[in-house]
């Protein structure tokens, strides 16, 4: 990379003239810190390759312009930070570089600090081309910063971060002194890597400002980032303070928004978001007042309401700091939105935010959404907004916007940046600029570290390893394989007398002659399998059979570790037989404990009877803190016979409005005699307690509990339709935080044979 290039060069001249500055050369702990003690302006400490251990690397001084003081790994990338290490930096005119932090997490609460102490601040310092790679406190919900910006005039570029799965802000810019404020940081060319869903408030990526100080000025520049996959929560960039400026940054497929939350005066302009239809990609959430949303580039965004592709709020009236500042005096011109789902006005009205927009302009904005679907939506009064030079090309508009803008189809062509354009020249000004150019993969970060690709696939290794029928066969086997492999068993039973444990991406499946019976595994433990940290398991084609399990408290099939797992996770079942699981009062098939996130749990074309328990089990964070379980579940296509307690019992709690899910669809199943046991404590056959998307369509239910929904937050969206009921209850349905009637839509569905209420 050029700017690494650079920096060897300087620092090679600074060498050959040993009366201007000292390199020192240490190879422990020790030497730095007696190096540490010597350092003028200009000097350079070299950090010897190799794993530095548990060090919490301080480094402080007055380096002056163009003589900054240095800490350079002696190769770029070959210097590990490892177990409980982290980097405090105060003084003036500090530079590190080419450092490495992985295997381990900040024993604080920042891993890289721009401060020594809070009186120690740092200013004029740059940190460039470091890496911070899932370097996460072991529990996701113990909180951290990746790095914490302070003081003034500081850089951060050419860096690369990724995987941080706890909670807390990636990188946060702080406001909380006088020093820190009008700070003039710049923020670019930094790779922001995939930050998994971390089902909970704070899992922002970048964030500038705090609510309690939004009413300062930050204005620091964030410029020529790539975010990929940053999923973490709602806001990708949350701007919690006036004067930043956010602009030439690429958003690849990552869900939610860059959202101007508190703070007036920011700026938007020539951003790149391309959602490749992933769910829930968003583009920009404009709050308060002066704000400027221009020239950018929004593509295959999949996000309504809150993670719409543009997304204009209601306020508060009179709002405190950490509301919601109603709209005023915004500007949103020449933005191109195509192919993407939503443009929403008003987003957010309600009892509390009332406040629509004014002395807002929306103006020579070429938007696209998606053919026959509603794109253009307003939720309250729209007149404070002038419109004018905007076209509609596809998607529908909602009655009060479609008298004040333009719809007419559009001819598109791609330019040489890879971004669509009005093939008409009279339409040449209309949207985003001609000369926009995203910013690259390889301008970004640092050359010598790779970039993350998509994650392992079930069976992307290639190896298939066949296991033969026995004792202990399965369990050697699974512990041996590799990511990405397949185990596959004949017809024959298979005993299991340990809890598999998994920590990579692995497939069990039967692979049996047609007519021939399918493999069968029993175990011995209480519970069949452990998910573990990197743990990812796909089930096909066979029978698991509970007959020779102990009776133990938190019986299972296949759970969690109890200790926390920092990576999320993916479970599929397809084609298996669970049954025999009687041996106590409450056998679940799957249990996600705590601190556990499952991405996606899949559960098709299957089959579970006589079971004590619960089928899908994930309802263990009941603090109320907006954390749940499961992001996405699918059960369909399958049968359910003699379950004592919900085929699906699903808990998110509080009123947090930060994360997505859960999303559940349960669809095409058949269940008979489900829910019924006296130590199902939901009364429920299904049990979804916050769930904010649940389709739940055509399923046959005979003798079985009712189906329970409790809406908590947001708009949650729940469908039960066409579904036929038999000797079972209606759905008992009940809205925690919202007045009037359950928003729940109930339609086609069949009674027969129960008392409905």
């Known amino acids: 990379m050029l700017a690494r290039l650079c920096l060897v060069v300087w620092i090679a001249c600074i060498g050959a003239a040993p009366a201007m500055a000292e390199n020192y050369f240490v190879r422990n702990q020790n030497e730095y810190a007696h190096a540490l003690k010597q350092i003028e302006a200009g000097d350079i400490i070299i950090l010897a390759n190799g794993e530095w251990r548990d060090f919490e690397l301080v480094i402080t001084g007055e380096g002056k312009p163009g003589k900054p003081i240095t800490i350079i790994s002696e190769e770029a990338g ?44 740092t200013s004029n310092s740059r940190v460039t081309e470091m890496v911070i790679d899932n370097f996460s406190k072991p529990d996701r919900y113990e909180s951290d910063y990746w790095v914490g910006i302070y003081g ?81 929560e709602v806001e990708i960039i949350s701007s919690k303070s006036g004067g930043n400026v956010f602009r030439g940054n690429l958003f690849l497929r990552s869900r939610g928004t860059l959202t101007l939350r508190h703070g007036d005066d920011n700026i938007v302009e020539r951003n790149v978001f391309m959602g490749h ?109 002038s419109f004018s030079g905007n076209r509609v090309a596809a998607g529908e508009v909602g009655a009060a916007l479609a008298e004040k803008i333009e719809q007419a189809p559009v001819e598109m062509g791609r330019g040489d940046n890879g971004l669509l354009y009005p093939v008409d020249p009279e339409l040449r000004d209309l949207g985003a600029p001609r000369d926009l150019q995203p910013i690259k993969l390889a301008q970004v970060g640092v050359k010598w570290y790779p970039k993350p690709g998509d994650e392992i696939a079930f069976g992307s290794s290639g190896r298939i390893i066949e296991v033969e029928p026995g004792e202990g066969t399965l369990a050697e086997a699974a512990m041996a394989a590799g990511d990405g492999d397949i185990l596959q068993l004949r017809s024959g039973d298979y005993t299991v007398d340990r809890s598999i444990p998994v920590e990579k991406a692995l497939s069990i499946r039967g692979a049996f002659d047609e007519g021939a019976e399918p493999p069968r595994i029993l175990f011995t433990r209480p519970s069949l399998i452990e998910l573990r940290e990197g743990g990812n398991l796909q089930l096909a084609n066979l029978v698991i059979d509970g007959e020779l399990a102990p009776d133990s408290v938190g019986n299972s099939v296949i759970r969690t570790t109890t200790f926390p797992i920092q990576s999320n996770m993916r479970i599929e079942m397809d084609g298996v037989t669970v049954r025999g699981l009687t041996v106590n009062k409450s056998f679940n098939v799957l249990t996600l404990g705590k601190s556990a996130l499952a991405n996606r749990v899949t559960v098709r074309n299957s089959s579970f009877s006589d079971i004590t328990g619960t089928v899908v089990s994930a309802a263990a964070e009941t603090e109320d803190f907006g954390q749940y379980n499961v992001e996405y579940l699918d059960i369909v296509d399958s049968n359910f016979a003699n379950i004592g307690g919900p085929i699906a019992d699903i808990y998110r709690g509080g009123r947090d409005e930060s994360t997505f899910g859960p999303f559940v669809t349960i669809s095409g199943n058949k269940m008979a005699g489900v829910g019924l046991s006296a130590t199902n404590g939901s009364g429920a056959s299904v049990n979804l307690h916050g769930v904010q998307t649940a389709n739940i369509a055509r399923n046959q239910v005979a003798e079985s509990a009712p189906f329970r929904v409790v809406h908590t937050v947001g708009t949650p969206k729940t469908a039960v339709t066409g579904n036929q009921f038999a000797g079972t209850p209606e759905p008992v349905l009940e809205e925690l935080n919202y007045e009037g009637e359950h928003r729940a839509v109930l339609s086609d569905n069949q009674f027969a044979g129960a008392e409905n209420e």
């Open 78 to 121: 070959k210097v590990f930070l490892t177990g409980q290490s982290s980097l405090r930096i105060g003084g003036k005119h500090i530079l590190v570089t080419g450092l490495v932090f992985k295997d381990g997490y900040s024993p604080r609460g920042e891993v890289i600090s721009f401060r020594r102490t809070k009186q120690d601040v």
């Open 152 to 232: 003034k005039n500081n850089r951060f570029d050419h860096n690369h971060l990724v995987g941080k799965t706890n909670k807390g802000v990636t990188l946060a810019v702080r406001l909380d002194s006088k020093e820190s404020r009008e700070n003039g940081h710049r923020i670019d060319h930094n790779y922001f890597g995939p930050r998994p869903v971390l089902g909970s408030n704070g899992g922002e990526t970048l964030r500038i400002g705090t609510s309690k100080y939004s009413m300062f000025n930050s204005n620091t520049l964030v410029e020529n980032n790539v975010f990929d996959r940053t999923d973490g």
């Open 277 to 385: 239809g992933k769910d829930y990609t968003g583009g920009i959430r404009v709050i308060n007042r002066g704000q400027t949303v221009r020239s950018n580039y929004m593509e295959g965004l999949r996000g309504t309401a809150f993670s719409s592709a543009l997304a204009i709020m209601n306020g508060v009236p009179n709002s405190p700091v950490n509301r919601y500042v109603e709209v005023e005096g915004a500007r949103i011109e020449k933005n191109t939105i195509v192919d993407s789902a939503r443009v929403g006005f008003n987003v957010g009205a309600d009892e509390e935010r009332s406040a629509p927009p004014s002395n807002s302009t929306f103006a020579n904005n070429l938007l696209s959404g998606l053919e026959g679907q509603s794109f253009l939506e307003s939720y309250d009064d729209i007149s404070g907004i």
